[in-house]
T-cell receptor, first 108, second 114 residues
Framework: AQRVTQPEKLLSVFKGAPVELKCNYS??????LFWYVQYSRQRLQLLLR??SRESIKGFTADLNKGETSFHLKKPFAQEEDSAMYYC??????????FGPGTRLSVLP | NAGVMQNPRHLVRRRGQEARLRCSPM?????VYWYRQLPEEGLKFMVY????????ESGMPKERFSAEFPKEGPSILRIQQVVRGDSAAYFC????????????FGQGTRLTVV
């Protein structure tokens, strides 16, 4: 069955420190993975998708099929990065399977 | 384009009452998805609708829950005879096509059953 796991419910780092939010998935087929972010009191927004191999707000994520992972990384965290982050898997184009989310708290 | 609009943002219902959640998709979008987020969990797919059609309701509880997306007006998620376990955040997303990956999300409706 399609599944997304995010082992950390809460991740706290100091401003300027590197951050890595972990995501693992199980999927039969060629997966398409995404990271969504939800800032306080705002809607869920697409942060990045693995297909476009882009860097948004300094974040990057590499799909590792061998480890079935899609970890989100940023070399220097900023306070404005504090938010809920959701890893999501495109379920055969029909809907998304979301992970439980990780709350990132960047401390001053 | 105001984005996907959901209302109300917060809804309080007593056990046994009905809850109606509305979702107005983005202009030009004719595909709507509903997700539910229970406390401490990720978003779970409930139902996918196109105008006047339910395409996939595999994530919808079999009883008390229904959804519609009429030709005119918003999509409605209706929960009859609510119970405490229905307390959750309900998110709607809309898409211009049948590809879920192109969907944009609303801000959600937080339902609290007391």
């Amino acid at each position: 069955a399609q599944r997304v796991t995010q082992p950390e419910k809460l991740l706290s780092v100091f401003k300027g420190a590197p951050v890595e939010l972990k995501c693992n998935y199980s999927y039969s087929g060629s997966p398409e993975l995404f990271w969504y972010v939800q800032y306080s009191r705002q809607r869920l927004q697409l942060l990045l998708r693995h297909i476009s191999r882009e860097s948004i707000k300094g974040f990057t994520a590499d799909l590792n099929k061998g480890e079935t992972s899609f970890h989100l990384k940023k070399p220097f965290a900023q306070e404005e990065d504090s938010a809920m982050y959701y890893c999501a898997l495109d379920n055969y184009g029909q809907n998304f399977v979301f992970g439980p989310g990780t709350r990132l708290s960047v401390l001053p | 384009n105001a984005g996907v609009m959901q209302n109300p943002r917060h809804l309080v219902r007593r056990r046994g009452q009905e809850a109606r959640l509305r979702c107005s998709p983005m202009k030009g979008h004719s595909h709507v998805y509903w997700y539910r987020q229970l406390p401490e969990e990720g978003l779970k797919f409930m139902v996918y609708l196109q105008k006047e059609n339910i395409i996939d309701e595999s994530g919808m509880p079999k009883e008390r829950f229904s959804a519609e997306f009429p030709k005119e007006g918003p999509s409605i998620l209706r929960i009859q005879q609510v119970v405490r376990g229905d307390s959750a955040a309900y998110f709607c997303a809309s898409s211009p096509s049948n590809a879920a990956r192109e969907a944009f999300f609303g801000q959600g409706t937080r339902l609290t059953v007391v």
